[in-house]
């Protein structure tokens, strides 16, 4: 019997960098086994440049992406989620519409890098760090083994996937 991919929405407030670049990266690792989808408690309708440059330049998929409102997936017809991650803190803590097929939930906040406002390199340096800290979360979710774990337990393993922080301590040779 074949099952359908895992339906997984990243979201953010802006659904502009973060949520963006998790819906790339998912696409690129869960190679089929995964349909990643991203959304905004308020849409910016811009997917910010940084975020698409950042991602055409290692490799990852970036056509298709775009900035949407998350009552796209709340609506009548839209695809049912298996997984909703919360990728920053003040979407998190807002009041999400209900998701048809009550979908394993975690947050996995990390820094808005829209939000930096320094030197072009800060800038670029900040998006780099967004996608390492995603990334690396999201290679540990698409090796979990789905098949052998109930859904409490992939719950906690969501959850503790979000608390994971990249070690920056020591400087890439």
Known sequence: MTQR???VLFLCTGNSARSIIAESLLTHWGQGKFR?????SHSKGVVQPRALSLLASLGMPIDGLRSK?????AAPGAPEMDFVFTVCDQVAGEVC?????QPITAHWGLPDPAAVHG???????????TLRELENRIRIFVVLSFEALDRMALAQRAAAIGQIKLDTSQGTK
């Open 5 to 7: 991919p895992f339906n």
């Open 36 to 40: 990643a989808f991203s959304a905004g």
């Open 69 to 73: 409102g998350w009552e796209e997936f």
């Open 97 to 101: 519409p209900a998701w048809p097929g």
């Open 119 to 129: 030197s072009e390199l800060e800038q670029v340096q900040a998006y780099r760090a």
